[in-house]
């Protein structure tokens, strides 16, 4: 079974700009959540989506938002970019039965 | 606020040693902790994880031990190989689907 795809793997972006990152979960998976990784922040939870639906939100500032399309498949968008931005963006998929989330490569958004 | 933590942020071992890591949490109505291992330009990958009902797990190789009495987690890795190096991640969650992570450490296993 493939694992969870992020798309792409790597972004520059000037401040400003907006960006939109993709996530195709784990076959099966209806669950998608997005993480921000940071050396100084470490790990931190940006969203969750489930059937379609936001479920949960982390506490990120409006620039930042994402959707859910029926086949399970996400999106996130950073719109008005800052410096503070750049970050390793994870999503991560889990199935209806089960707690564990599992982690796609992530994309890698620098923002100059 | 909830924070889940890491006693140290590096560790080094050698090459065929056991290795502990530790995890330390705040929130006593957690229910549900993964451990995760970060290698460099990767996602995280999932370990193990364990239940609050129970209070030791054990997978190839690795063991998690959870004691909710002083809210502290480990991972312990038996007889550790080149390919353990990495980070590692604690995270716990209590049903909402929003998984709440340590900073990290980094093992380092030397020959």
């Known amino acids: 079974k493939a694992g969870v795809t992020q798309t792409p793997r790597y972004l520059i972006k000037t401040r400003g700009q907006q960006v939109t990152l993709s996530c195709s979960p784990i076959?099966?998976?209806?669950?998608v959540s997005w993480y921000q990784q940071t050396p100084g922040q470490g790990l931190q939870f940006l969203f969750e989506?489930?059937?379609?639906?936001?479920?949960n939100k982390g506490n990120f500032p409006g620039r930042f938002s994402g959707r859910q399309f029926s086949n399970s498949r996400s999106e996130m968008n950073v719109s008005t970019l800052e410096l503070g931005d750049s970050a390793l963006y994870l999503c991560a998929s889990s199935s209806p039965n089960e707690d564990t989330q599992y982690f796609g490569p992530g994309t890698r958004l620098t923002v100059l | 606020g909830e924070s889940v933590g890491l006693h140290l942020p590096t560790l080094s071992v050698q090459e065929g040693d056991n290795s502990i890591i530790n995890c330390a949490y705040s929130?006593?109505?957690?229910?549900?902790f993964i451990w995760y291992k970060q290698e460099s330009g990767k996602g995280p990958q999932f370990i193990i994880d364990?239940?609050?009902?129970?209070d030791k797990r054990q997978g190839q190789r690795v063991t998690v031990l959870l004691n909710k009495t002083v809210k502290h987690l480990s991972l312990q890795i038996a007889a550790t190989q080149p390919g353990d190096s990495a980070v590692y991640f604690c995270a716990e969650t209590w049903g909402a689907q929003k998984l709440v992570f340590g900073q990290g450490t980094r093992l380092t296993i030397n020959p």
């Open positions: 989506y489930f059937s379609e639906t936001q479920r």
């Open positions: 076959s099966g998976h209806r669950s």
């Open positions: 364990i239940r609050s009902n129970m």
């Open positions: 929130n006593s109505a957690s229910d549900y």
